[in-house]
C-alpha cells in the first residue's frame, strides 16, 4: 500500500498514474461500466486513513474505490480532509465481502410488503493480513458488489451472506431512506 499525491484537485500525479498502470480510456471506461465505486464508510486499517481522525464520535469517514489498470485507488474524506492510497492488484490477496439482510416493508401498489435488501462488511486483506475494513450500507450494497465483480479480481473476491437471523427495519429509517435515494 503506498500512500499517493494528489494535485490541488485531488488528481493523481502522472507519476502515481504510472505507478498503477496508467488510466483507463473513455472507451475502455464505458465497456467496463465504470471506472468508481459508490461511497462506503472506512471503519480501520490505513494508518494514512487514520492519522486524519481527529476521535470526534460522529465523524464519518467516506471512502471510495477507483480502478485504474494495474491496481486500486482507495480514497477518503472526512469532513473535507482527504487522503488518498492505492494497492496494486498483487498486494491485494483477498477481498471479503459479508452481507446481512435486513427486512424492510415498502409501499408497493398501495399495500405495504416485506423486501429484503443487504447491508455489508468490507475487507481487503494482504500478504501481511487485513489492509482495511469498511461498512457498505443498503443503498450502495449492490453496486459494490458489482464493482468488485471484475474479472481481474474475480478470484480474489468472496462474497458470503451471514447466517444471523435477518434484521428488522421496525421503524421504517431505512425504508425512507431508500424511498428518497430511488425518486
Not at 39 to 61: C, H, M, S, W
Amino acid at each position: 500500500m503506498h500512500p499517493l499525491e494528489t494535485d490541488s484537485t485531488s488528481n493523481l500525479t502522472p507519476a502515481e498514474l504510472a505507478r498503477f498502470g496508467g488510466t483507463y480510456t473513455f472507451r475502455e471506461k464505458l465497456q467496463l461500466g465504470g471506472t468508481g465505486s459508490s461511497k462506503i464508510t472506512y471503519q480501520e486499517g490505513i494508518p494514512t486513513f487514520d492519522e486524519l481522525r481527529r476521535g470526534i464520535e460522529n465523524e464519518v469517514a467516506y471512502a471510495n474505490f477507483e480502478w485504474l489498470k494495474n491496481g486500486l485507488i482507495l480514497r477518503l474524506n472526512i469532513n473535507q480532509r482527504l487522503s488518498c492510497v492505492g494497492l496494486t492488484l498483487e498486494e491485494i490477496e483477498r477481498i471479503n465481502l459479508l452481507a446481512y439482510r435486513i427486512k424492510i416493508r415498502r409501499m408497493r401498489w398501495g399495500l405495504f410488503v416485506n423486501k429484503i435488501v443487504h447491508r455489508g462488511e468490507l475487507e481487503i486483506v494482504g500478504s501481511s493480513g487485513l489492509i482495511a475494513r469498511f461498512v457498505i450500507t443498503p443503498p450502495f450494497f449492490e453496486g459494490m458488489v458489482r464493482f468488485f465483480s471484475r474479472e481481474e479480481v474475480t478470484e480474489k473476491f468472496g462474497y458470503a451472506v451471514s447466517l444471523r437471523p435477518v434484521e428488522e427495519d421496525r421503524d421504517g429509517w431505512l425504508y425512507s431512506l431508500l424511498k428518497m435515494l430511488e425518486g
